[in-house]
């Protein structure tokens, strides 16, 4: 069985493992690795660093604010999708070659980092992370994109196998290695700054998934040039421009309104501002618990060791395993039915967190918490990225994804800046405060069933495109026989 070639689900455990086995698959995991590991370095670590060093909960909180990147990732990404990196590109390929750019930015701007003093250059300190951030939420860009061009328009129930093993990657990175940091902090002879030049330097070793990497072959520049002199004829007709500016013209607009104007044309205005709405608010409530966790365990009493241990390593591991499950369910009953299930679940999932801060430090609360949130986060996540990789145009693959990811990224990162803000408000009652990070899921989930009929039909769409597909490969593995 040609797994590279499927896009059935398959049947039986020997089956199962190698089709996530599988080269593409693989390669879309180290990637994934890569794009989660920065969030370790203006993430839990920047929390926990700055937590040690007196800084107040709501300024930990609005550090925060550097994760903006990530939502409005979406402005440049048509440069990414049309612009080459000198040398990089044409060695590497397009996509790989912005994705290696990206991974060197991220490490010189880690170990400048760590040569900062907080106490007296905070400012500073917040633009050395918002850079990284930058040459991160670029990184994640160029890795979805490479991720959506390797899987064909007739495999399109690969796209939740690789929303799976991007997601086990990125958990990889960001809860795997992001342990390590917190066990190293806790040894004698480590101090944070330290710990962040050896967090620069393993940001070169993952580079290794660009090597691994194919650059997939598609044919976007095709399409992009028909866009292109589409626009030049318009433009033709409405002046007597040289035809040098009608060029230029036509490539700045193919370049940063073509993409956009392309998804509101062919979702349609309505169901276009729907999906974004919904993708705005799906992940609200788990970014304001992700945002603040860090700080949660250290103030209920647990040491960094045992948060590194339960928060990070634990947490990495069910997310792998609930992932590739996830995935492998969703291929089975369709994306609609895993958002509802997944993001039911993950809403439910915090009240855990509730009890946890009305019992305290209890290590086997602790444990069932993660674990139930880890497999509630990777089953609707996978689904969720499933759902917008489906809905990219693979003319502009990296501007049409960014700009949906970017959307939710916007309620995962912005307004969770504002959660410790909240926690302060409530006088550091953290029962209540995850009690809401619950509520802030629902509202996403009720739009979710008023736009279930669009995206239903999209699923079916591609449902056919998959067997159409495959009757042509049917038919010609009996014409060679």
């Keep these: 069985m040609k797994y590279a070639q499927t896009n059935h689900a398959p049947v ?17 995991f180290l990637l994934g690795m890569a794009s989660g590991y920065p969030w370790v370095m203006i993430g839990s670590s920047m929390s926990a660093w700055l937590n040690e060093m007196g800084f107040t909960r709501a300024t930990i909180g609005f550090f925060g604010a550097v994760f903006a990147a990530y939502s409005i990732n979406f402005l440049w990404s048509p440069l990414v999708d049309r612009v080459k990196i000198p040398f990089l590109s044409t060695w590497l390929g397009h996509r790989r070659g912005w994705i290696l750019f990206c991974q060197l930015g991220i490490a010189c701007s880690c170990f400048y980092l760590a040569q900062i003093d907080f106490a007296t250059n905070l400012y500073w300190a917040g633009v050395v992370a918002l ?29 939740s196998a690789g929303a ?7 958990w990889t990175g960001f809860a795997g290695l992001g342990a390590i940091p917190f066990f190293l902090s806790d040894m004698p002879g480590w101090d944070w700054p330290r710990v962040y030049q050896y967090l620069a330097l393993f940001m070169v070793v993952l580079s290794a998934g660009v090597w691994l990497a194919r650059e997939p072959v598609t044919t976007r520049r095709a399409l992009q040039r028909e866009a292109e002199l589409r626009y030049q004829q318009v433009l033709a007709g409405v002046g007597n421009s040289i035809a040098f500016r009608h060029k230029i013209t036509a490539w700045l607009g193919v370049t940063l309104v073509e993409p956009m104007a392309e998804f509101f044309r062919r979702s349609g205005v309505k169901f276009a ?20 966790s860090i700080v949660f365990y250290q103030e209920v ?49 915090n009240l855990l967190f509730s009890a946890l801060a009305l019992v305290g430090p209890n290590k086997a609360l602790l444990l069932a918490a993660v674990i139930t949130d880890g497999f509630t986060s990777a089953w609707s996540t996978v689904a969720f990225v499933a759902l917008i990789s489906l809905l990219a145009n693979r003319a502009f693959t990296a501007t049409q994804y960014a700009l949906m990811a970017s959307v939710g990224t916007l309620g995962r990162t912005v307004l969770a800046t504002y959660s410790g803000a909240v926690v302060d408000w409530l006088d550091g009652n953290w029962a209540l405060f995850f009690l809401l990070t619950t509520l ?8 979710l069933w008023t736009i279930r009929k669009p995206i239903q039909k999209l699923e079916d769409d591609s449902r056919e495109k998959q067997n159409k597909w495959d009757s042509e490969q049917a038919a010609l593995n009996s014409e060679k026989e």
């Design 164 to 170: 799976a093993m991007t997601t086990a990657g990125w």
């Design 440 to 447: 802030m899921v629902i509202p996403s989930l009720l739009f």
């Design 301 to 349: 009493g647990f040491t960094n060791s045992e948060i590194g241990l339960y928060s990070k390593l634990v947490n990495w591991w069910v997310t792998i395993i609930f992932a590739l499950i996830g995935s492998y369910v969703t291929m089975r009953i369709g994306i609609l039915k895993g958002l509802f299930i997944g993001g039911s679940a993950m809403a439910a999932s």
């Design 273 to 292: 501002l729907s999906i974004l709405l919904f993708v705005l608010l799906f992940k609200v409530g788990e970014a304001f618990l992700g945002r603040m």
């Design 12 to 28: 039986g455990f020997g089956n199962i493992v190698r089709f996530y086995l599988q080269r593409r698959l693989i390669t879309i």
């Design 131 to 159: 850079t990284l951030a930058v040459f991160s939420a670029t990184q994640d860009i160029s890795i979805d994109a490479y991720r959506i061009d390797s899987i064909g328009e007739h495999e399109a129930r690969l796209q």
